[in-house]
């Protein structure tokens, strides 16, 4: 795989993964299970997959696993997706997953907003259309009855 398709194949899994994530959550709850039940299975199930992947990178990775920074923002990273996550579960359990899916992975714009203010990122015109169009589409989906 070449440099330049790289990142359109991960961002393809990537995608078909969270769409099956979602897809496999509602299913959960819809079979009565809680919402921090399946929290915590996905903690415990992250935890268990990642110990072969982590070591697998650290193997591939030209620099020594020492030499490796590690700062705040790896921390706050990880716990803003486990609030997220949970909070994800509670707004899935009692509204259908075709509105809160997609509702939810309106998520780039925050990412976009603080990228703009804080690093110096600037979006072409056509980009910033494609985030006012994801507005429009939150707001479409939430025009509709959600439960």
């Given at each position: 795989?070449?440099?330049?398709?790289?990142?359109?194949?991960?961002?393809?899994?990537?995608?078909?993964?969270?769409?099956?994530?979602?897809?496999?959550?509602?299913?959960?709850?819809?079979?009565?299970?809680?919402?921090?039940?399946?929290?915590?299975?996905?903690?415990?199930?992250?935890?268990?997959?990642?110990?072969?992947?982590?070591?697998?990178?650290?193997?591939?990775?030209?620099?020594?696993?020492?030499?490796?920074?590690?700062?705040?923002?790896?921390?706050?990273?990880?716990?803003?997706?486990?609030?997220g996550l949970l909070s994800y579960y509670l707004a899935l359990e009692h509204a259908k997953a075709s509105v809160i899916v997609p509702l939810t992975a309106s998520y780039p714009i925050v990412a976009t907003l603080l990228s703009y203010a804080f690093l110096g990122e600037r979006p072409s015109f056509a980009q910033w259309v494609g985030v006012i169009l994801v507005v429009i589409g939150g707001a479409l989906l939430l025009a509709g009855p959600t439960k």
């Open positions: 795989m070449n440099s330049a398709t790289r990142p359109l194949v991960f961002a393809t899994l990537t995608i078909l993964m969270w769409g099956l994530w979602g897809f496999f959550g509602k299913l959960a709850l819809d079979r009565r299970m809680a919402p921090t039940s399946i929290f915590l299975v996905e903690a415990l199930t992250n935890a268990v997959l990642a110990l072969p992947l982590v070591l697998f990178v650290l193997y591939r990775q030209s620099a020594p696993a020492s030499q490796s920074t590690v700062n705040i923002y790896g921390f706050l990273s990880g716990a803003v997706l486990a609030v």
